[in-house]
């Protein structure tokens, strides 16, 4: 497949790794979270499990650290972790994203969001000025199965009222990466978390936006139905 032969009319963006660099923040919160269970958890644990529901990786993580619990203690441990990191996540942007976003959109672009953050904590991290060039949010709240479950790139690609055939997905999280193949999508992934050896389901991997931008010419071109 030849994604320079693509005819988008859409960009579907992960969040973070994508658009934000909030994960060093996010990663803080569950690391002190777990030392407290006395489960040192490593980065490969959290970054790993980007884009997941956080009930699921409460629940994976004490399985995987062969701990027990309770479905009460699970719900009690993430809401510990998100008033941690409401406290102290701190808003930062992948470099070129924000640009990048502003570029398609008055390309003439369709554009989503995915993410696997509630509605409220989008609000707290992502400025109303970005949010609103959105034509499409998904958040953790809008979706019964997140990543890396389709449903939440199937619910962006019908808010959008575009064939899959004519979008393409920006992520940088293996499960997002394949619920984003899973529902059919093109995706592109950015090593901006992970290295690029657990990005490999991805139809291509780049090292930064401007890596991206470099090679691909839908990103410098407006909509007109061409081959981009």
């Keep these: 497949m030849s994604l320079r032969r693509l005819k988008l009319e859409a960009v579907i ?4 790794g994508v658009i ?3 994960m ?10 777990f030392n407290k269970e006395g489960i040192p958890v490593t980065h490969h644990d959290i970054y790993s499990r980007e884009g997941q529901r956080g009930i699921h ?7 995987a650290y062969g701990r027990s619990f309770s479905a009460a203690k699970a719900k009690e441990l993430l809401r ?3 008033r941690l990191f409401q406290r102290i996540v701190q808003r930062r942007f992948i470099p070129g994203a924000r640009r990048l976003i502003r570029d398609l ?3 003439g672009f369709r554009l989503a969001l995915v993410t696997g953050t509630s509605r409220h904590e989008l609000h707290r991290i992502l400025p109303e000025n970005l949010y ?9 709240s809008d979706v019964r199965h997140g990543k890396p479950h389709p449903e939440p790139f199937r619910k962006a690609v019908r808010e959008l009222k575009i064939s899959r055939r004519y979008a393409v997905v920006l992520e940088n999280a293996p499960f997002g990466i394949r619920s984003a193949k899973a529902a059919g999508l093109h995706c592109l992934a950015l090593s901006t978390s992970l ?3 657990y990005l490999k389901q991805a139809d291509g991997v780049f090292h930064s936006i401007r890596d991206l931008r470099s090679q691909l010419r839908f990103l410098h071109l407006r909509k007109t139905g061409r081959s981009a």
């Design 13 to 16: 963006f992960d969040m973070d």
């Design 20 to 22: 934000t660099n909030t």
């Design 24 to 33: 060093p923040d996010h990663f803080r919160a569950w690391k002190t979270i």
């Design 57 to 63: 990786s409460v629940r994976e993580i004490f399985a």
């Design 80 to 82: 510990r972790k998100e």
């Design 105 to 107: 959109k008055s390309g």
């Design 132 to 140: 609103e060039l959105f034509d499409v949010v998904v958040t953790g």
């Design 195 to 197: 290295p690029e050896a």
